[in-house]
């Protein structure tokens, strides 16, 4: 039986990575990409970045590792991963040079007025385009490499006797289980060395994120579990809310994405109690569909596949060359992410070749 609530919170929380993108685009609070915010002076919009990003991508890493314990249940190993790697692989690698070229042309278009790139090949601008375009594609990335790291847990834990224990724990083991979100936050390189991979690491935590992933695959895949933290949304939900008030009261200003920042003891507490919590809600409150719904089952990973290109190219543009005041700006880019990309994923997932490498898809959905 489908589990509606799996589906649902995982089209949710694509949905707020739309609007969290809206928002990070001009942020001025020194994080990674976008383009710049307006002035030094604090854009309490950027809230939303505070709000969000302790806990969505997480989030998703343990609905994946949920998602790939069904799966493997019911399709043998070798076909799962092959059908992880059109997916997965295929959209993060191919799909960069048929489709996100596009998203690395306004990601390197400062860096093009300066002069930086004159005199280069064409066949050199577009690869350097085609990489820069990446963006958003990380978390399948990562997601394919965790793949092969799970197949290789399973085979320790060919008889499942690891998961069958795991399966017991009950609501306090459940919540003592954020420590192990805090160490996955420590293994990011807290001095980062200029012209190194440090980064790159830190921009991919892949360490970090195989903690969620692995304990939606050996824990919260257990109806058992999913019922115990159900049972205990309206106090998880609370706890995440202060401790979510909190860390925000104390630390708006900082760079939310710094090592130090996503280390320390607090936002691990809210980012694991806003898992728990939302998790807890959409399976108590949510676990039911619709036309809507289904779509955006359905829908939710092109949505997010091709999201950003909208992001860059307007916010870009907009920023660049009009005067337009910094709220209609806002208003304008999350109209357009929230219109043009369904729009762009209904005609990329209607071209064949086209739909393989920047979906994964051989054929239409319905």
């Given at each position: ?5 799996i589906?649902?919170?995982r089209?949710?929380v694509?949905?707020?990575v739309l ?5 990070y685009?001009?942020n001025?609070?020194?994080v990674f990409?976008g383009?710049?915010?307006f002035?030094?002076?604090?854009q309490?919009?950027?809230?939303l ?6 806990w ?10 949920i998602?790939a ?14 059908s ?7 959209p993060?690698t191919?799909?960069l ?7 690395g ?6 860096a093009a ?9 064409a066949?050199a601008?577009y690869?350097?385009m085609?990489v820069?375009?990446t ?8 997601l394919?490499l965790?793949?092969i790291v799970?197949l290789l847990v ?10 069958t224990?795991c399966?017991?724990?009950g609501i306090?083991?459940i ?6 979100f805090?160490?996955?936050?420590q ?6 060395r200029p ?6 690491l830190n ?7 195989l903690?969620?992933?692995l304990?939606?695959y ?7 579990v999913q019922e115990?933290?159900?049972r205990?949304w ?15 009261c104390?630390?708006f200003?900082?760079d939310?994405?710094s090592?130090?920042y ?8 809210y980012?694991w109690?806003?898992?728990l919590?939302?998790?807890?809600w ?5 676990d039911?569909t619709?036309k809507?719904a289904?779509?955006m ?14 992001v860059?190219a307007l ?9 337009l ?5 806002y208003?304008l880019l999350?109209?357009?992410?929230f219109?043009l ?5 209904e005609?990329v997932r209607r071209?064949p070749v086209?739909?393989w490498c920047?979906?994964?898809e051989?054929k239409?959905?319905?």
């Amino acid at each position: 039986m489908r589990k509606h609530w799996i589906d649902n919170l995982r089209w949710v929380v694509v949905l707020l990575v739309l609007l969290y993108h809206v928002v990070y685009f001009y942020n001025n609070k020194g994080v990674f990409g976008g383009i710049g915010g307006f002035g030094d002076g604090p854009q309490y919009q950027d809230m939303l970045m505070y709000i969000l990003y302790p806990w969505f991508m997480p989030l998703l890493f343990i609905l994946a590792g949920i998602s790939a314990r069904y799966a493997l249940d019911k399709y043998p190993a070798r076909e799962w991963f092959r059908s992880r790697t059109r997916k997965l692989l295929v959209p993060g690698t191919i799909g960069l040079f048929v489709f996100h070229w596009m998203v690395g042309y306004f990601n390197t278009a400062v860096a093009a007025r300066t002069g930086a790139f004159d005199g280069m090949p064409a066949v050199a601008k577009y690869i350097m385009m085609a990489v820069s375009g990446t963006g958003p594609l990380w978390f399948i990335q990562v997601l394919w490499l965790l793949s092969i790291v799970l197949l290789l847990v399973r085979a320790i834990d060919s008889k499942d006797k690891f998961w069958t224990w795991c399966g017991k724990a009950g609501i306090v083991v459940i919540m003592l289980l954020g420590v192990l979100f805090w160490a996955g936050e420590q293994t990011l390189i807290r001095n980062p060395r200029p012209e190194s991979p440090d980064g790159l690491l830190n921009l991919y935590k892949p360490l970090f994120y195989l903690v969620p992933f692995l304990l939606g695959y050996f824990v919260f895949s257990h109806d058992e579990v999913q019922e115990k933290v159900g049972r205990a949304w309206i106090p998880l939900l609370s706890c995440a809310l202060v401790s979510g008030a909190v860390l925000i009261c104390t630390t708006f200003g900082q760079d939310n994405t710094s090592p130090e920042y996503l280390g320390s003891p607090l936002n691990c507490l809210y980012g694991w109690l806003m898992c728990l919590a939302m998790m807890a809600w959409f399976k108590t409150k949510f676990d039911r569909t619709g036309k809507f719904a289904a779509y955006m089952t359905r829908s939710s990973y092109g949505l997010y596949i091709v999201h950003y290109l909208p992001v860059a190219a307007l916010g870009y543009m907009m920023k660049t060359y009009t005067q337009l005041p910094p709220w209609s700006m806002y208003v304008l880019l999350a109209l357009a992410v929230f219109t043009l990309s369904p729009l762009l994923y209904e005609v990329v997932r209607r071209i064949p070749v086209v739909r393989w490498c920047v979906l994964g898809e051989k054929k239409v959905k319905r």
